[in-house]
């Protein structure tokens, strides 16, 4: 199969084009069309089904929202579909792809045409609690600290390149959805900032360290 390496546009236009790729509630969403994500502009909701809450709130941020083809699976895209997918995104001209609740497993045409430019949002301090109910796990493990983690996306599961993380105090009485609800909170302010610093370049790596160019 090949893959174009997508080039980014914000070179040419001062801007990233960012597209936000969602499978729920679009609460990250909308989160990034709400915050402080300039240079990034999110001008994409691709939704991986119909009638996802995302795809809604979309209409009322003016942003173009596309429904990717769900395919046969429903925790990844078929080849083809990751292919056509990958070719939408590049002729838009997007810059940064942002997963945000996006159930599916990028298989591979994605990551290797936007190389370094895949974000996804975790509600855990990774490399803690990967996967799925990531505040149930951290609940039944017992910490006494949690959070969220933004971080570059690489073939595994949630184990990129962390970019920032926001803690949380887990407190007694807690349950799953008290401490999804403050975790949440934290990941709608520590995204638009990933992007942020992304898209002003201000993000570079050494190895799988993530160094800020504005921190000395
Ligand atoms: C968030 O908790 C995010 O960390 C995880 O999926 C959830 C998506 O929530 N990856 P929303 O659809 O953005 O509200």
Known sequence: MTVRRAQDPSAQEGRTRVAVLASGRGSNFEALCLGDTLPGVVTLLVADRPGTTAFEKAGKFGVEAVEADPG??????????????????????????????????????????????????HPSLLPAFPGLHAQRQALDYGVMVSG?????????????????????????????????????????????????????????????????????
């Open 72 to 121: 046969p699976w429903r925790t990844r895209f078929s080849m083809e579909a990751e292919q056509r997918l990958t070719e939408m995104l590049i002729g838009k001209g997007i810059g940064l792809v942002c997963l945000a609740g996006l159930m599916r497993i990028l298989k591979g045409p994605l990551l290797e045409a936007f190389r370094g430019r895949v974000m996804n949002i």
């Open 148 to 216: 969220c983690t933004v971080h570059y996306v690489d073939s595994g599961t949630d184990t990129g390149p962390v970019i920032l993380q926001r803690t949380v105090d887990v407190l007694p009485g807690d349950d799953e959805e008290s401490l999804s609800r403050r975790i949440l909170t934290r990941e709608h302010e520590a995204y638009p900032e990933a992007v942020r610093l992304h898209c002003s370049g201000l993000l570079r790596m050494n190895g799988r360290r993530v160094l800020r160019g504005d921190v000395r």
